[in-house]
T-cell receptor
Framework: DGGITQSPKYLFRKEGQNVTLSCEQN?????MYWYRQDPGQGLRLIYY???????QKGDIAEGYSVSREKKESFPLTVTSAQKNPTAFYLC????????????FGEGSRLTVL | AQTVTQSQPEMSVQEAETVTLSCTYD???????LFWYKQPPSRQMILVIR??????QNATENRFSVNFQKAAKSFSLKISDSQLGDTAMYFC????????????FGKGTRLHILP
């Protein structure tokens, strides 16, 4: 079945460690996104990519990094520079430019101890 | 910069009633897209309804409809004959109509449908 796969679902890390969240899609979508969800904050955009080898910062990019080497993959690295990394992270992809519909993964819950 | 505001953090209604969720946005763009997404307790986000700003007619999807007021920059979601399965977080979202694929969301409204 076509869709977005995020892994891992749950991740625990010690403070100061970098961690990479995986996001893979087989929908042949050009655009991919990473959002962070915190209680009472809604979804905040971290990074998005409109095409392979290109990505743009969202509203809260500090402390995060991404790559887009393949159309199917858009991994997110949470670096030690991110001051409050514990959160729920959602990856999404979008098909045609004018449809606007995002397809979301099931999310990754990162807890930094 | 565009912003999306949802002023109702939480709402509760009885099953079968009609409920309206509010969303306002700020933009200087003339062409854009607006969306309502639903996030049930499973946390799997799904699109509920979409509105193109250039269309005057309000979008409708079964029990879900919008009231799009472009001049007021308002985009409310009406759920008719609410069902227990409508219990979820609802997010309003905005996308510009140009080549930028950036999509931003509001803070959400938590909706409880009571039996």
């Amino acid at each position: 079945d076509g869709g977005i796969t995020q892994s891992p679902k749950y991740l625990f890390r010690k403070e100061g460690q970098n961690v990479t969240l995986s996001c893979e899609q087989n929908l042949n979508h050009d655009a991919m996104y990473w959002y962070r969800q915190d209680p009472g904050q809604g979804l905040r955009l971290i990074y998005y990519s409109q095409i392979v080898n290109d990505f743009q910062k969202g509203d809260i990019a500090e402390g995060y990094s991404v790559s887009r080497e393949k159309k199917e993959s858009f991994p997110l690295t949470v670096t030690s520079a991110q001051k409050n990394p514990t959160a729920f992270y959602l990856c999404a992809s979008k098909g045609g430019r004018f449809t606007g519909e995002l397809f979301f993964g099931e999310g990754s819950r990162l807890t930094v101890l | 910069a565009q912003t999306v505001t949802q002023s109702q953090p939480e709402m509760s209604v009885q099953e079968a009633e009609t409920v309206t969720l509010s969303c306002t946005y700020d933009t200087s763009e003339n062409n854009y897209y607006l969306f309502w997404y639903k996030q049930p307790p499973s946390r799997q986000m799904i699109l509920v309804i979409r509105q193109e700003a250039y269309k005057q007619q309000n979008a409708t999807e079964n029990r879900f409809s919008v009231n799009f007021q472009k001049a007021a920059k308002s985009f409310s979601l009406k759920i008719s004959d609410s069902q227990l399965g409508d219990t979820a977080m609802y997010f309003c979202a905005f996308m510009k109509g140009n080549r930028d694929d950036k999509i931003i969301f509001g803070k959400g409204t938590r909706l409880h449908i009571l039996p």
